[in-house]
């Protein structure tokens, strides 16, 4: 039996406390629909509403989920070189590969409820395509859809050059549909990537903040980052002492 829409009262040894509305859900209006025999249109209304109500919650939750997540993902490194010479010239860059960003992103999201899947297509004489949805448990997800040409450098049979093309699209939609950032390895940092804090500093102002029950979207905001990892090396001692005073209440 559902309770009703009003305010109840709260008892306490001392006696009663403030009244503290209970909020009224369309689910909760379709029962006593259903209860006191509405017709049936109203109840495909209240149905309709319902299912409205309980998509804007996933949405809201997905959103609040993806903000903290990037809160806490570091910076991905480059951990892979290619260097060849063809009749083109040298080819020389670093990259990313796919298992070192899963490997950093997968427990974070897993934290928040979100994880991700690919969708592919191979079709004869059109461009693979990639899909990367990421959901979060509530229900809500978002995709973003890439495409490109065989990659058929190399020595690579066909099957190779669909499956080469597949791995740089799962990172690419990866990349694109987290907002991950992306640096050089610790042997090549950039001026600008050196000041920023250590990913020990990272995981240390992480911990802190889940010790003391800050609010990570909060936090960056206030420091004007987009995550944490991107927090300047000068306001680290700025950012212990921020934590450590919500801890003290002050």
Same mark, same amino acid.
């Given at each position: 039996?559902?309770?009703?829409?009003? &305010?109840?009262?709260?008892?306490?040894?001392?006696?009663?406390?403030?009244?503290?509305? $209970?909020?009224?859900?369309?689910? #909760?209006?379709?029962?006593?629909?259903?209860?006191?025999?509405?017709?049936?249109?109203?109840?495909?209304?209240?149905?309709?509403?319902?299912?409205?109500?309980?998509?804007?919650?996933?949405?809201?939750?997905?959103?609040?989920?993806?903000?903290?997540?990037?809160?806490?993902?570091?910076?991905?490194?480059?951990?892979?070189?290619? #260097?060849?010479?063809?009749?083109?010239?040298? =080819?020389?860059?670093?990259?990313?590969?796919?298992?070192?960003?899963?490997? =950093?992103? %997968?427990?974070?999201?897993?934290?928040?409820?979100?994880?991700?899947?690919?969708?592919?297509?191979? &079709?004869? &004489?059109?461009?693979?395509?990639?899909?990367?949805?990421?959901?979060? /448990?509530?229900?809500?997800?978002?995709?973003?859809?890439?495409?490109?040409?065989?990659?058929?450098?190399? &020595?690579?049979? +066909?099957? %190779?050059?669909?499956?080469? =093309?597949?791995?740089?699209?799962? /990172?690419? =939609?990866?990349?694109?549909?987290?907002?991950?950032?992306? +640096?050089?390895?610790?042997?090549?940092?950039?001026?600008?990537?050196?000041?920023?804090?250590?990913? #020990?500093?990272?995981? %240390?102002? $992480?911990?802190?903040? #889940?010790?003391?029950?800050?609010?990570?979207?909060?936090?960056?905001?206030?420091?004007?980052?987009?995550? $944490?990892? %991107?927090?300047?090396?000068?306001?680290?001692?700025?950012?212990?002492?921020?934590?450590?005073?919500?801890?003290?209440?002050?």
């Amino acid at each position: 039996m559902s309770l009703p829409a009003e &305010n109840i009262r709260e008892f306490e040894p001392g006696g009663l406390v403030a009244a503290a509305p $209970i909020p009224v859900t369309p689910m #909760d209006m379709l029962n006593r629909a259903v209860s006191s025999g509405a017709s049936l249109e109203m109840v495909e209304k209240l149905m309709t509403l319902q299912e409205r109500w309980k998509n804007s919650q996933a949405l809201e939750a997905f959103n609040e989920a993806m903000a903290a997540a990037k809160a806490e993902i570091p910076t991905i490194t480059k951990n892979r070189e290619v #260097d060849f010479t063809s009749a083109k010239g040298r =080819t020389n860059y670093r990259y990313e590969d796919l298992g070192n960003i899963a490997k =950093t992103v %997968q427990p974070i999201l897993a934290k928040y409820g979100l994880s991700y899947r690919y969708r592919a297509t191979s &079709n004869v &004489n059109e461009p693979v395509t990639v899909t990367c949805i990421v959901s979060h /448990r509530l229900g809500h997800h978002e995709e973003i859809t890439l495409a490109a040409g065989r990659d058929e450098s190399g &020595n690579k049979n +066909s099957i %190779q050059a669909v499956g080469s =093309t597949i791995t740089y699209l799962q /990172r690419m =939609t990866l990349k694109a549909a987290l907002g991950l950032a992306v +640096s050089n390895d610790d042997d090549g940092k950039s001026s600008d990537e050196a000041d920023k804090i250590s990913q #020990d500093q990272v995981e %240390q102002l $992480i911990a802190l903040a #889940d010790e003391v029950g800050a609010d990570k979207r909060a936090f960056c905001q206030y420091f004007k980052v987009d995550g $944490i990892a %991107q927090l300047p090396a000068k306001e680290f001692n700025r950012a212990v002492a921020a934590l450590n005073k919500k801890r003290s209440g002050k």
